[in-house]
Structures are given as C-alpha cells and as structure tokens.
C-alpha cells in the first residue's frame, strides 16, 4: 500500500470480513508479524483484523537515511493504512510506541476511531496536574546495555539470538519464558522481512510533537488501558498515569504480563481486548465490515 511520497507499507487482513474493523499498531523497530498469531485469530473470530509493517520494518519501505522522518509520522500511517483499506473507523490497540501512536490518534483522528486500547507505554508528557514526563523507573541496566548495540551488524543467528535475549530482558519475572517460542517468531520475522539487520529507525526518528499529555483531557473515544505490572520499560504506574489523563478510560491488569507477548499472557490480553470492543461494538451499533 502506497502511503505518501515513496512509501509503501505492507498491509495484512485477516479475520471476520464481516466484523467491525481492528487495527494493530506494534512497537518501535518491529514488523506487524511481531503480534503472535494467536492473539491475532483470537480477535479475528470477531473482528476483521488489520496489522501492518511500520516504515523501516518488515516488507514495508527501508529508507530513513535517505527519508527520515517523525514518529507522529508514523501515527498518520496508520490513518493512511485505513483510508487504503476503505474503513472509516475501527478500533486501534497499540503496544509501546503503538500505544504512543495510538494517544496521537485519539488527539488528531478522533473521529476514525471506535475505541482505543493502549498496553505497554507511556503517557504523552505534559499529562497530569504537574505536566512532568512520565518517570521510566528502574530499567534493568542489560535492557540498556542491549539498546546501545541495537544497530550492531550480526550474522543472521546472532541477530536472532539478540533479539530472544532482549525479548527475555523484556518479558520480566513474572511469567515464564519460553526461548523456543520467542526464537520462532524472530525467524518467521526474518523470513517475512527478507533481511535481519536493524537499523533502528524509530529510536533516531524526530520526537517532537509528543509533549501533548495534557490535551488527552478532551478524549472522548471509549479508551481500554492495559497494566502490564512486570514492565521492566513502563511499570506502574504508568498504565494509571494514561488511564487517569483519559476522562472514562478502564484500565486492566494482565497478572505477571511484562513488555513481551508471550503466551501466558496472550489469552487473558485477548479477553480483555474483546470485552472493551464487544462492549462498544454494542453501544455503537452502527459499525458494519467498512467501520461505518
């Protein structure tokens, strides 16, 4: 799908054609088939599902030395992934940057969404009656050790056995850690990119524009935040600091979840996904296969 300028983004569809739209928006670095098909055929026996690959992931276009861009860009992607699909509006679920992303589509594109659901992230800055960024915590010192070779060129294995490492670092001490499960979804990412080098476009895109906490005050769009408690990036409170700057929003505890989709965690996180779409699917009572 063609987005703007030289930019085409790989779009998948799956799901109930007939159900009201969803949209998946992944975290920073990482392609759409990051989100584990489990979770993705559980939501699509009700939904008509969408994922895609952000710039600089997965099939999609890789050219941020030659384009470099904002990660607001990014948010005005995902607007373009539905204006290509035809879908007026459709409930979005952002993890990590998707959930930033998905704060700036509640701000700007209010009126292209059904709802919104936001896990593993942080408030926008300027949020809350202080307006101060919201604080990251203690984060494991191997977590940052790993960030700073992110971009390191890796033979293909290494690059894989990077990547299930950071996973692990991600996924906390809560719930087990399946490395078996974790290196299947780095190959199927692999082969799906064609190539398993990084160049961590997200972390050098521009930042600015983000600091708008403090206008999620006026967000009317039903909005589930989800607390994942074993976050080594964004631990509680930061889900409660979302929830409390989103007027209405619920907010849910997954038990044990960290900032990794593992499958422990992928059940509960579709239940809980479903219950808040279930119930304004209902409340709606207008959106047909188009989100209308």
Same mark, same amino acid.
């Given at each position: 799908m063609d987005v703007s300028g030289d930019v085409r983004l790989w779009v998948e569809q799956s799901g109930?054609?007939?159900?009201?739209?969803?949209?998946?928006?992944?975290?920073?670095?990482s392609s759409g088939v990051a989100w584990p098909d489990e979770l993705v055929a559980r939501l699509g026996e009700h939904h008509r599902v969408v994922r895609y690959d952000h710039r600089d992931t997965g099939r999609s276009t890789w050219a941020f030395d030659q384009q470099p861009y904002a990660v607001a860009d990014l948010?005005?992607?995902?607007?373009?992934?539905l204006d290509g699909l035809g879908?007026?509006?459709?409930h979005v679920v952002g993890m990590s940057m998707g959930g930033t992303l998905a704060q700036l589509l509640l701000l700007d594109h209010p009126?292209?969404?059904?709802?919104?659901?936001?896990? *593993?992230?942080? @408030?926008?800055?300027?949020?809350?009656?202080? /307006?101060?960024?919201? &604080? +990251?915590?203690?984060?494991?010192?191997?977590?940052?050790?790993?960030?700073?070779?992110?971009?390191?060129?890796?033979?293909?294995?290494?690059?894989? *056995?990077?990547? @299930?490492?950071h996973w692990r670092l991600l996924? /906390?001490?809560?719930? &087990? +850690?399946?490395?078996?499960?974790?290196?299947?979804?780095?190959?199927?990412?692999?082969?799906?990119?064609?190539?398993?080098?990084?160049?961590?476009?997200?972390?050098?895109a521009d930042q600015s524009g983000l600091d708008r906490g403090a206008e999620l005050a006026s967000v009317a769009v039903p909005t589930l935040v989800v607390e994942?408690?074993?976050d080594p990036i964004n631990p509680p409170p930061s889900a409660a600091r979302i929830a409390d700057a989103i007027p209405g929003a619920d907010l849910v505890t997954i038990p044990g979840m960290g900032h990794a989709l593992g499958s422990p965690v992928v059940v509960p996180l579709a239940e809980a996904i479903l219950e808040h779409t279930r119930r304004?699917?209902?409340?709606?009572?207008?959106?047909?296969a188009t989100g209308r």
């Open positions: 109930r054609r007939e159900g009201s739209p969803l949209l998946l928006v992944m975290g920073a670095n948010a005005r992607d995902a607007v373009a992934v879908i007026d509006r459709a009126d292209r969404l059904l709802s919104a659901t936001i896990l *593993a992230t942080a @408030v926008l800055e300027g949020a809350g009656p202080d /307006g101060a960024p919201a &604080p +990251f915590g203690d984060i494991d010192p191997r977590l940052l050790a790993l960030w700073e070779r992110l971009a390191d060129p890796r033979s293909r294995e290494e690059e894989i *056995a990077f990547r @299930v490492e996924n /906390g001490d809560e719930v &087990p +850690f399946d490395a078996d499960e974790f290196h299947r979804l780095e190959e199927h990412v692999v082969d799906h990119t064609g190539r398993h080098d990084n160049p961590a476009a997200h972390a050098r994942a408690p074993a304004v699917d209902v409340t709606d009572g207008s959106a047909d």
